[in-house]
């Protein structure tokens, strides 16, 4: 049996590497790492007219919506917090792009911190623009409590109080529409989003590729396959 082909989106930045110092598409190796270790293949997606992204959506047996910048304000209706980051704004439209194809097709969908609050933001959601507690230090993944929501598809996946990988320092606000909390922090911050069957869309606050915990991905990887 073929491996499902799970596309995951990358980063757009400057950086360095060999002799060369040049714009490149980005993604931490830990991303493909836990598609392959999942079960998937891992093909990378870099931002590109959102038109395309159905056709590109067509080709994959699921999608993964990667971490990164802080989703620009606007796009839910907001003014920027002075803590709010630079925004992304390729990045934006085409992984807004994806999110909508993909539920359109119903084709799996993982959004991984970043991309868990574009889902939301995708379903017309609001977005918290900071909150203290989720980062240990800059550069640095801490470390803290998630608690399952029973009778959801995450608590299927992950039925236990579990300590997972962590960095944001923005939130779920206004829950999209049809999206149901699935994992809240112990400080009652949402830690997981979940569209209900038939589509199988989830998204996790927390960084499960910066740890050991294959259950979320190989969700993912089951569905696609």
């Excluded at 609001?126 to 507690?133: F, K, N, R």
């Excluded at 149901?180 to 199988?200: H, N």
Aim: charged fraction near 15%.
């Amino acid at each position: 049996m073929s491996k499902p082909l799970i596309g995951v989106t990358t980063y757009l930045d400057q950086a360095r590497w060999g002799v060369w110092e040049m714009p490149a598409a980005l993604l931490p190796a830990q991303y493909p790492r836990l598609v392959q270790a999942s079960g998937g293949l891992a093909s990378m997606l870099p931002p590109d007219a959102p038109s395309a992204a159905a056709s590109v959506v067509a080709r994959l047996d699921g999608l993964v919506i990667a971490g990164g910048a802080d989703v620009e304000p606007v796009r839910y209706g907001a003014e920027p917090d002075p803590r709010t980051g630079p925004p992304a704004r390729a990045r934006d439209a085409w992984e807004l792009a994806l999110i909508e194809a993909a539920l359109a097709s119903a084709t799996p969908v993982l959004g991984i911190c970043r991309g868990m609050q574009l889902l939301n933001v995708a379903l017309g959601g609001t977005l918290v623009q900071h909150l203290d507690g989720h980062v240990e230090a800059v550069g640095v993944i801490g470390r803290h409590t998630v608690k399952p929501v029973p009778g959801t598809r995450y608590a299927s996946l992950v039925q236990e109080q579990t300590s997972v990988p962590t960095y944001h320092h923005q939130s779920v606000d206004r829950l999209g529409e049809g999206l149901t909390p699935s994992a809240y922090a112990e400080d009652g911050t949402i830690e997981a989003v979940e569209l209900p069957d038939p589509l199988w869309a989830l998204g996790v606050q927390w960084h499960p590729e910066m740890g050991e915990d294959l259950r979320v991905m190989r969700g993912l990887i089951t569905a696609a396959g």
